[in-house]
């Protein structure tokens, strides 16, 4: 299973890369943000049984929380609000933050599931009941935590802004 650090940053790591490369800054950090955000939030279905059941309950984890409907349904609210708001139907500015959210959110939601379902077995469209089962490529907590820092060096490297803030707090380079 990946970690909390991997499912928050693969969905910001990718977010960004769109920011930079496609969206050209006009899709803001505070989305690549979300996205991180909302990357780890289906794990919190263990938290809910635990306070609702009084024990830690795995029989409803991987289930609604982590079924792609929800992403999908994410997705087909933002695209409904984006070409409601580019066609001018909907004239409130607020709207273009609104469907960069839920995308942004979704992109969080999906990138969850797909990451949770590389090491195994994954109810991909819970409520139905057939399963899809992939090669278990992340088997162990030590490997997943390489993959944690791998994925923040990933991180460090792309955004060399970062990087030369941390070279300045490090000494290693001149204010």
Known sequence: ???????????MLLA??????????????WYVFAAGLLGAIPDFDLFYTRFATGSFNMMYHRSLTHSLFIPALLLVAGAVIYLLYTRSIIKYDGWEVCYCLIFAGSFGLATHTLLDGIDGLQYWFYPLTWKIELPNLIYNKFRAGILDGVLLLLWLLYDESMLEDIKKFLGLKKH
């Open 16 to 29: 960004e890369i769109y920011r930079r490369n496609l969206a050209k800054k006009q899709f803001s950090r």
């Open 1 to 11: 299973m990946a970690n909390v650090a991997t499912h928050i940053l693969v969905p």
